[in-house]
């Protein structure tokens, strides 16, 4: 608060009151993302924007609360719906038996509204609420909780249906992260599946550990961005639908959730049986391909990666390759890897059986760390920067490397500052 008014408020006989601290340990009335990705922790007339820093009066990020004389929200949540982009991406804010629908941290003409007129055959007064995008659920939909009911609202049927989840906490909030679902319930979080309600196990779990950085607490008060200048690739790759994988160490990264925020994960959190890094990975159909020493694992793509039968396998007996491998890289809608080991590329046909080298050709660059083919071209990463090749075809045939640039924030999520 500014020193002014705190010393005016004094001079009155009024103590101001202090702000509440998530790192206290408390109750947060409803979570939300807004449109551009920053996070929303709402608790009475205040919100924390994202994982750290002090809260603020939410009229601050939602101009138009205050007008309307509230002071605080029962559920709030941002909405999915890209067959109709006149409402995707819009924040809802619940409060008793009204809606208040936001973009681009205005309410938006014709609101509030009375629930029903929006959201008809889902009640009152909710306790939270979260979004559930087609894919995740089997339409694009919104979880709805009161007590230990949930109620599925079908965005496109405008259909309510009632589930009881006996097994779930009563949640106070409800928050979709990294396509993971998780209910708050006092100062603790319980990951669920949004379909079946069924609950991870290890759960509940202290919410300061993970998503808020508390002095004392888990990672969310050590971890920090590395300096772009830091970044080391282990591997890289882009899969059929979309999803970007960084590789370092025995560490993970999304690059296609920036909006949730860019973190780190363990390996084995995803791919449980790779247990010591990988030296490349590429992605081929539905399946992810992870390489470590001379061995292949191979996954099945889908809501959760699926070890196929019988692997791991050896390097030779699946692509017909033998030795260290540095990166390897798919083309989109192509069907040839191209294997980088030392400073040579070699290209195997995974259509072939069996496999074998068919093209082996020198590269202007050694000591590659990773490198990733899309629409745009080839990247091979060598440390800090990258090397931009129009296509497969001038990379083989290149006799001298191109400028390499340097690995920015909008690639990696690093840190520039100096």
């Known amino acids: 608060m500014d020193m002014d008014i705190t010393r005016t408020l004094l001079l009155l006989g009024i103590r101001a009151m202090p702000l509440p601290d998530r790192c206290q340990g408390l109750e947060f009335d409803a979570i939300t993302p807004d449109e551009n990705g920053n996070t929303f922790f709402f608790k009475g007339s205040h919100a924390w924007k994202g994982f750290h820093g002090p809260a603020q009066p939410f009229s601050e990020f939602f101009k138009g609360l205050e007008s309307h004389h509230v002071h605080h929200v029962d559920a709030a949540f941002r909405r999915h719906d890209e067959e109709n982009k006149d409402d995707h991406d819009h924040v809802y804010i619940f409060l008793d038996d009204k809606v208040f629908s936001f973009y681009n941290s205005t309410l938006e003409d014709g ?12 009640p009152t007064h909710l306790d939270a609420a979260v979004e559930c995008p087609k894919g995740e659920c ?25 589930k009881t989840w006996p097994h779930l906490p009563a949640c106070t909030s409800a928050f979709r992260w990294l396509e993971h679902y998780y209910c708050f319930h006092g100062n603790n979080f319980t990951r669920f599946h949004p379909v079946t309600g069924e609950v991870s196990p290890g759960y509940p779990k202290d919410a300061r550990n993970y998503f808020m950085k508390c002095p004392d607490f888990g990672h969310g008060g050590n971890g920090r961005v590395p300096k772009c200048n830091e970044v080391k690739l282990d591997a890289i790759t882009t899969d059929d639908s979309g999803k970007t994988y960084l590789f370092s160490g025995p560490l993970y990264m999304r690059l296609d959730t920036h909006r949730d925020g860019l973190h780190s994960f363990p390996i084995t959190r995803a791919w449980k049986e790779v247990t010591n890094g990988v030296d490349a990975v590429f992605s081929y159909t539905d399946k992810i391909y992870l390489i470590k020493g001379d061995l292949v694992y191979i996954y099945k793509s889908g809501a959760h990666y699926t070890l196929i039968a019988d692997y791991p396998k050896s390097l030779r007996g699946e692509l017909g390759v033998e030795g260290q491998v540095d990166a390897a890289f798919v083309c989109p809608n192509e069907h040839t890897v191209h294997v980088i080991q030392g400073g040579r590329i070699r290209d195997v046909d995974l259509t072939a059986t069996p496999r074998v080298i068919q093209r082996d050709l020198p ?13 745009d071209g080839v990247k091979i990463f060598k440390g800090s920067h990258y090397y931009h090749y129009e296509s497969t075809r001038t990379l083989s045939t290149a006799r001298i490397a191109p400028e390499p640039l340097p690995i920015i924030p909008a690639l990696m999520g690093c840190d520039d500052s100096q």
């Open 111 to 122: 609101y509030p509204k009375p629930m029903q007129e929006d959201f008809d055959g889902v």
């Open 138 to 162: 089997m339409t694009d939909s919104v979880l709805f909780f009161k007590g230990q009911d949930v109620h599925i609202y079908d965005i496109s049927t405008k259909t309510v249906k009632t």
């Open 363 to 375: 590269l202007p660059l050694v000591g590659i760390d990773a490198s990733l083919c899309g629409a």
